[in-house]
């Protein structure tokens, strides 16, 4: 029987999304992976625009990729593609190094690929998969909403019909405004268009194509009026599957070294953003998932992607949000999408040419403008005003600086928040209600639990930054009691480790307390920390000096004071 639950808890290093597969759900996926294509074809050519590569890139990012990560993951949720946040960073770091567009740059995302992918192997090897939570849904939202606002600038010149200009958000809106004069009125129109079909759909339902729509109807409009003649159309798009094959370029180390923080930063922004995802709809169904098993299967997706010729892919909010919303609940909509594009690259790549360069602009706009979250950020600000400044901090560098410049300051703050609250916690003492029940108050109450004693509640883990706190706390509140002090309690029900500065500190407390006539005592010790910490914490007071609970101490200190 022992070996039959062993057997049971064995999983599968592979197909972890996709098995138990319920017959019944079939049909469900089989749509929801249509609809994935149907809506997601356009925009993946749409972030072509953002990462600057060729056209037949994005469709390849929904090919081998996706159905790596449909293998090797264990969301049976996630959907890795193509994304924003990171066809961005691509740009932003390649811009001036080579030529957009050219054999070179397209190499270099290649590479950029591989190494997010080694970084992500690395980070499973490690076991860091944490490292996710480390950044704040406040400055994500900061991160996020600048992201948007920078791609749906960055296509005004597209929309308007003028040759792209200027580096970074501020020189390319100079540059657009200088050259007002310039506009091509045919491709306003046809953006304008767009974006009406777009809002339009929306507006009587989120699974209507507009999209789709759109580019569909604009291709057909322009190979029978020839919108080549009056804008910038796509051109020939090239058919067939991907070549397979390392990146073509002159490997160096120097060149690595030139590319590692801008692997960083996408290494980040998978980390956080596609676990993210996966724990919210592994939430909503009541699933689990291994974050450390969808870093495989993320860097596997991410190989996939260098030797098939794209550029890095992501765990997408938006597109999970597709599948699920028409009712895909495995990633056998992922495999049903991939066959579509396959179909789509065999046969239908020709008629891409005819596809007007406005229309995929305005396409790229509304991606970018779904990408900005202003209501949170507006909740943000309404409830919590120093997040809402960290968000919008992020936002403005994002905006201004790039986004890897962003995604880095994003991470830099998150981890400062954390360690700000770590580093000065929210003390309280415990005193006496009404009720007869110990409950919180404020230290400059001073409130006794019982004449002569104070508990004071440390809540965080005590570490080398805090204990000057913890120092300054426990001597002010000794020479402001009043009565004066028989026993100073700590209670460590929130102190889950101690280092050694800590311990050290809680040592010179006691010898100090003890020279005052005090007794420094402990309660609610976590096992681990009382039994196994590295500095004994028993060593340091004595076996008697700690109570397992509050009526334990109390009674024990009722006795030592009774006459």
């Known amino acids: 029987m022992a070996n039959t639950n062993k057997f049971k808890r064995f999983r599968l290093p592979i197909l972890q999304g996709l098995l138990p597969l319920n017959a019944k759900q079939i049909p469900a996926e089989v749509v929801a992976g249509l609809t994935l294509a149907a809506l997601a074809i356009p925009e993946v050519m749409g972030y072509t625009k953002i990462s600057g590569t060729p056209v037949v890139t994005g469709l390849y990012t929904m090919l081998v990729p996706m159905v ?20 961005a960073i691509l740009s932003a770091a390649l811009v001036g190094v080579a030529a957009t567009g050219s054999d070179e740059y397209l190499a270099l995302a290649q590479l950029l690929a591989l190494m997010a992918a080694g970084l992500l ?4 090897l490690v076991r860091l998969g944490f490292m996710a939570d480390f950044l704040s849904r406040t400055v994500l939202v900061g991160f996020l909403t600048g992201v948007g606002l920078q791609v749906a600038l960055g296509q005004l010149d597209g929309m308007l019909g003028l040759p792209a200009a200027g580096h970074g958000v501020p020189g390319k809106l100079w540059s657009t405004l200088q050259r007002l004069d310039q506009l091509n009125w045919h491709a306003v129109a046809v953006a304008a268009l767009v974006l009406i079909v777009i809002l339009g759909s929306r507006k009587r339902s989120r699974k209507i194509p507009g999209a789709l729509i759109a580019v569909v109807g604009a291709i057909a409009l322009s190979w029978m009026f020839d919108f080549g003649a009056y804008m910038q159309v796509l051109g020939p798009v090239p058919s067939g599957l991907p070549h397979i094959g390392l990146p073509k370029l002159q490997w160096s180390l120097d060149l690595l070294g030139q590319l590692l923080p801008t692997a960083f930063a996408m290494f980040v922004v998978i980390l956080a953003q596609s676990a993210a995802t996966s724990r919210a709809y592994a939430c909503r169904y009541n699933e689990t998932f291994s974050e450390n098993t969808d870093l495989v299967g993320l860097s596997i997706a991410n190989v ?18 597709m599948v699920d919303s028409a009712g895909g609940r495995s990633q056998l909509s992922l495999l049903v999408t991939a066959l ?14 005819y596809l007007p360069e406005p229309v995929l602009a305005a396409v790229v706009f509304m991606i970018g403008i779904e990408l900005t979250d202003f209501k949170h950020l507006k909740n943000i600000y309404r409830e919590r005003r120093n997040e809402f400044w960290v968000a919008l901090i992020t936002l403005v560098t994002v905006v201004l600086a790039g986004v890897k410049e962003g995604i880095i300051l994003a991470m830099l703050l998150s981890i400062i928040d954390h360690l700000r609250r770590g580093y000065h916690p929210k003390n309280v003492l415990l005193a006496t209600a009404e009720s007869g ?13 019982r004449p002569g004693l104070l508990i004071y509640r440390f809540t965080h883990s005590i570490y080398y930054a805090n204990t000057r706190q913890l120092s300054e706390e426990v001597t002010l509140l000794v020479q402001q009691a009043t009565p004066g002090l028989r026993w100073f309690c700590i209670d460590c029900s929130a102190i889950d480790d101690v280092d050694y500065s800590a311990a050290e500190t809680i040592r010179s407390l006691a010898a100090t307390l003890k020279a005052q006539g005090v007794r420094l005592v402990l309660v609610n010790v976590m096992s681990d920390v009382a039994d196994h910490s590295r500095y004994y914490i028993k060593q340091l007071l004595g076996e008697q000096a700690i109570f397992p609970q509050l009526d334990d101490l109390l009674a024990a200190y009722e006795r030592a004071t009774s006459p």
Do not use: E, I, M, Y
């Open 437 to 449: 029940k110990l409950q919180p108050v404020v230290l400059s109450s001073g409130a006794q639990a």
């Open 304 to 321: 996939g992607a260098a030797l098939s010729g794209t550029f890095v892919v992501n765990g997408s909010p938006t597109k999970t949000q």
């Open 340 to 353: 579509v594009v396959l179909l789509v690259l065999l046969f239908l790549t020709a008629p891409l040419a």
């Open 68 to 87: 790596l990560f449909a293998l090797f993951g264990s969301s049976r949720h996630l959907v890795v593609g193509a994304d924003s946040a990171t066809a």
């Open 121 to 124: 192997l690395l980070a499973r």
